[in-house]
Nanobody, 122 residues
Framework: QVQLVESGGGLVQSGGSLRLSCAAS????????MGWFRQGPGKVREFVAC????????YYKDSVKGRFTISRDNAKNTVNLQMNSLKPEDTAVYYC???????????????WGQGTQVTVSS
C-alpha cells in the first residue's frame, strides 16, 4: 500500500505561483511514474502532468505547458509541481498519484493522495 500526502496548496492571485509537493511512503515504493490530476468546481478530474520515475521524462496537459513544471526527488520519494503564471481556471483540488502507462501510452494512476486545494483569484 502506498500513501501519498500532498502539501503546498492555497490562495494566490492571478499571475502568481505555488509549489505543490507530494510525499510518498509505503513498504516498497517503486512506481513507474507519478503525476498530478486536478478537479475544478463542477468539472471532471483531469490529467495535469506526470513524470517517469527512473528516466525523469515528463508529460503535460497542453494548457499548463510552459507554466507548470513537474519534478521528482528519488531519494526522498517526493514529486513536486511548480505552478507559475497561475490563472483562475487553474482553480481546483490537485491530487498526487502514482501509476503506470497502458498500451496506449496513457498514464493510469493506481494510488491517490487526498488532494490539496488551489484557488486562483482574478
Amino acid at each position: 500500500q502506498v500513501q501519498l500526502v500532498e502539501s503546498g496548496g492555497g490562495l494566490v492571485q492571478s499571475g502568481g505561483s505555488l509549489r505543490l509537493s507530494c510525499a510518498a511512503s509505503g513498504r516498497t515504493f517503486s512506481p513507474y511514474a507519478m503525476g498530478w490530476f486536478r478537479q475544478g468546481p463542477g468539472k471532471v478530474r483531469e490529467f495535469v502532468a506526470c513524470i517517469v520515475w527512473v528516466s525523469g521524462r515528463t508529460y503535460y496537459k497542453d494548457s499548463v505547458k510552459g507554466r507548470f513544471t513537474i519534478s521528482r526527488d528519488n531519494a526522498k520519494n517526493t514529486v513536486n509541481l511548480q505552478m507559475n503564471s497561475l490563472k483562475p481556471e487553474d482553480t481546483a483540488v490537485y491530487y498526487c498519484n502514482a501509476g503506470e502507462f497502458n498500451f496506449l501510452s496513457d498514464y493510469i494512476p493506481a494510488d491517490w493522495g487526498q488532494g490539496t486545494q488551489v484557488t486562483v483569484s482574478s
